[in-house]
């Protein structure tokens, strides 16, 4: 399959169909569940759809090690590629590695105003025109709403989307009766796209549950599958 009928054969255009044509420029969207449950692949696999089309992504990873986050791309694109038969991987996947900055920072020592200043360098001054930033491993136990708004604003200036894995902890119930994570009710007013993943069966399941100021439709009707780790209808 050429890169191009692999870009408009992906499930995740139902996602974007659903969100009314995607996350759009200066807009927040957050991926939220328990630890482990698959946030990092998601949000891996939505950056991957962005480098096949040729969107500039940066991936700002609160973790404590970078290696890992590299391990997910390559192992996500390698099954995509697999699945999908690309044609002239080799090629492509040197293509979209351009494409791809990696940002390490640690939450406690890096605040958000030194975190958006070194983004916004690399976005203005290195010229790397960046669609859109994933950030990864965010504590929101750690934030307030004020460094989460400094984000939106950001993401406003710049001209580019945001999106956020987010993991609840607690004990349960972790969600309200609307399916809204009760952990990130004080940020929802900053927040444009909120998606729940939950396991049901031998799947991930991905459930719509702020969709900008529109009902939200639920269930996505795509999956994570967790051996794969790819997004499916």
């Not at 391990?71 to 351009?98: G, P």
């Amino acid at each position: 399959m050429v890169k191009e009928e692999l870009i408009r054969r992906s499930p995740l255009r139902i996602l974007e169909k659903a969100i009314h044509g995607g996350l759009k420029d200066g807009n927040i969207g957050i991926l939220a569940s328990r630890k482990g449950v698959g946030k990092t692949a998601c949000l891996v696999h939505l950056s991957t759809d962005k480098l096949f089309q040729n969107k500039p992504v940066i991936h700002v990873s609160y973790a404590s090690r970078v290696d890992y986050i590299i391990t997910w791309y390559e192992d996500i694109f390698k099954e995509i590629a697999k699945k999908r038969q690309l044609e002239s991987a080799v090629e492509v996947h040197d293509e979209i590695i351009r494409n791809r900055v990696i940002m390490n920072f640690k939450q406690d020592a890096a605040h958000t105003d030194q975190v958006l200043k070194t983004v916004g360098a690399m976005i203005e001054c290195a010229d790397f025109a960046a669609d859109t930033i994933m950030v990864d491993g965010y504590n929101f136990r750690k934030s307030i709403v004020g460094d989460l708004e400094k984000f939106k604003n950001f993401a406003e200036r710049m001209g580019v989307r945001i999106w956020f894995s987010a993991s609840l902890k607690g004990e349960d119930p972790l969600y309200d009766e609307a399916g809204l994570p009760n952990e990130l009710k004080e940020y929802l007013s900053h927040i444009d796209v909120l998606i729940t993943l939950e396991y049901l069966g031998e799947h991930v399941h991905l459930n719509l549950v702020k969709n900008y100021d529109n009902p939200p439709p639920g269930d996505l009707k795509i999956k994570l599958d967790p051996k794969t780790l790819l997004i499916s209808e």
